[in-house]
């Protein structure tokens, strides 16, 4: 199993632009989420996912959105980039429990 | 403001020895308790979690401790290695029903272990 993939693993946007950044697990997990780590701190939740179809906010959730049209994926939009969200960015999966995930290698994005 | 912190931001300890990493809670709420490690560079990873109701659970070489009383968790590593080297955070799963609850993150520690 690859696991969680994330991709890119690095990018930088000029402010107002758009992208989105994948995710992807093999493991057949319902549940998934997206987070973002900012220089010594934790990491804080964005948007998260308890399978297809349903997906929900985090702590915190503007500026980003989500959708989870299959168990596999959960890519994450940034609508129009700030440089407030120069971060980096990790998705993660588990089975059910929210707590026992399994987390992306983080994608690297800076916003100029 | 967040409701999960550490006491310590870094922590140095010999190799072979125990070391120790605390967390303070405050939300009464939370039903599970996780630790993840991450190393330089990569996404946390999952080391053990304790729920509410418990107030020691053991993995392999690492302990988590509970004390609800005083909202504090802790975790130990018996015969500290070099590969423990990382930033460990203290996580809380707030809300009943683990499946949609979620998950906050503290700062963190910095473990360093000396030779």
């Known amino acids: 199993n690859a696991g969680v993939t994330q991709t890119p693993k690095f990018q930088v946007l000029k402010t107002g632009q758009s992208m989105t950044l994948q995710c992807a697990q093999d493991?057949?997990?319902?549940?998934m989420s997206w987070y973002r780590q900012d220089p010594g701190m934790g990491l804080r939740l964005i948007h998260y996912?308890?399978?297809?179809?349903?997906?929900d906010q985090g702590e915190v959730p503007n500026g980003y959105n989500v959708s989870r049209s299959t168990t596999e994926d959960f890519p994450l939009r940034l609508l129009s980039a700030a440089p407030s969200q120069t971060s980096v960015y990790f998705c993660?999966?588990?089975?059910?429990?929210?707590?026992?995930?399994?987390f992306g290698p983080g994608t690297r994005l800076t916003v100029t | 403001g967040e409701s999960v912190g550490l006491h310590l931001p870094t922590l140095s300890v010999q190799e072979g020895d125990n070391s120790i990493i605390n967390c303070a809670y405050s939300?009464?709420?939370?039903?599970?308790f996780i630790w993840y490690k991450q190393e330089s560079g990569k996404g946390p990873q999952f080391i053990i979690d304790?729920?509410?109701?418990?107030d020691k659970r053991q993995g392999q070489r690492v302990t988590v401790l509970l004390n609800k009383t005083v909202k504090h968790l802790s975790l130990q590593i018996a015969a500290t290695q070099p590969g423990d080297s990382a930033v460990y955070f203290c996580?809380?799963?707030?809300?009943?029903?683990?499946?949609?609850?979620?998950?906050?993150f503290g700062r963190g520690t910095q473990l360093t272990v000396w030779p």
């Open positions: 993660a999966s588990s089975y059910y429990r929210a707590h026992e995930q399994y």
């Open positions: 493991m057949n997990h319902e549940y």
């Open positions: 996912s308890v399978g297809a179809g349903i997906t």
């Open positions: 939300n009464s709420a939370s039903d599970y």
């Open positions: 304790i729920r509410s109701n418990m």
């Open positions: 996580a809380e799963n707030i809300g009943r029903g683990s499946t949609l609850g979620r998950l906050y």
